[in-house]
């Protein structure tokens, strides 16, 4: 009797450790971890965030652009595609960003070129994130001949210049918005899976994995309700800069024609309707401001990136 109350205490012990609040160092970062059935270690992450003025500005303004791509529709004052006004004029009446080459109204394309450059950026890094995250906790965790492949794979996908694979495969493939954002996050997942894969080799031998493994919880369980809620900050702030990265490959890839196509808008292919010396020269409403809306978006994501990473890290600077 007295060894199986012995018994039922090691194991009540053992729940008890892997349901109460876990307290792990976070590898390759100076902060403590939090991982709790709530969302403490969380709510320290947005308070430091919200600390940092730059990233709360950053974030409004790309809360800002996916707000103009949902309701492009609505707030667009001119049909996409259609010619309403003179050809080639300068900001005049109603079109404060002047017409193109065939009166189309500049503004309403950039309003609508803002969906492309949302809807990849976001998407292609959802893809790679659902793929990258998936093969490191598998890699990282199971380690032995399973890591093997998966790692051999990851090399063999990054030892290939990556925006000369995504220029050839969207050509092959065809051209669209849909085809680049697919070729994207399919192409894009080898870091994150390094990444993780890192973290889950370091975790996986911490008391709380043990502890869930010695009463019983599944592999999935293991997996993606005990290791990826400690590796979920790390993801968050590559997957941040991942659509930084997506939204100027689409652009170029636009811009080289082999990307979103016209008469479909684009900040890309705006600025290669741009390119003659005639029109740099005696009409800029027609591409500096796509090349500012680029040059905004990707630094607005990069400052939330490095605010969520030092957030994470809990370097505070703000």
Not at 63 to 72: E, G, Q
Not at 90 to 100: E, K, M, Q, R, W
Not at 152 to 166: D, G, K, Q, Y
């Amino acid at each position: 009797m007295a060894q199986n109350a012995g018994h039922n205490k090691n194991a009540n012990a053992l729940f008890h450790l892997v349901n109460s609040t876990e307290r792990v160092n976070f590898p390759g970062s100076a902060a403590e971890q939090v991982v709790t059935a709530g969302d403490s270690y969380f709510k320290t992450i947005a308070k430091r965030f919200f600390k940092n003025k730059v990233a709360v500005v950053s974030l409004v303004i790309f809360i800002a652009m996916i707000l103009v791509a949902i309701f492009a529709e609505q707030i667009s004052p001119h049909p996409r595609d259609a010619s309403v006004g003179q050809f080639q004029a300068a900001p005049y009446d109603n079109f404060f960003l002047g017409t193109d080459d065939i009166g189309r109204d500049v503004l309403t394309r950039l309003i609508h070129g803002t969906q492309v450059s949302m809807t990849v950026g976001l998407f292609s890094v959802a893809i790679y994130v659902v793929i990258g995250t998936t093969l490191g906790l598998v890699s990282g965790y199971f380690g032995g001949v399973i890591d093997a492949i998966v790692m051999r794979v990851t090399e063999a996908f990054m030892s290939f210049p990556f925006f000369l694979v995504i220029l050839t495969l969207v050509s092959l493939l065809g051209s669209g918005i849909w085809v680049v954002t697919i070729v994207l996050g399919v192409l894009s997942w080898p870091p994150l899976c390094r990444l993780v894969r890192g973290q889950v080799m370091t975790l996986k031998g911490q008391d709380f994995v043990l502890a869930a493994e010695a009463t019983g919880y599944s592999t999935f369980g293991i997996l993606f309700v005990h290791i990826l809620p400690n590796v979920i900050s790390p993801i968050l702030v590559n997957a941040t800069f991942g659509i930084a990265t997506a939204i100027l490959t689409e652009a170029s890839l636009s811009f080289l024609g082999v990307g979103v196509q016209p008469p479909r808008p684009s900040w890309g292919n705006i600025l290669s309707g741009a390119q003659s010396i005639r029109v740099l020269t005696a009409e800029p409403w027609r591409w500096v401001p796509a090349g500012i809306l680029i040059f905004v978006a990707v630094l607005a994501i990069n400052f939330i990136g490095e605010g969520l990473r030092e957030a994470v890290e809990g370097e505070n600077k703000g």
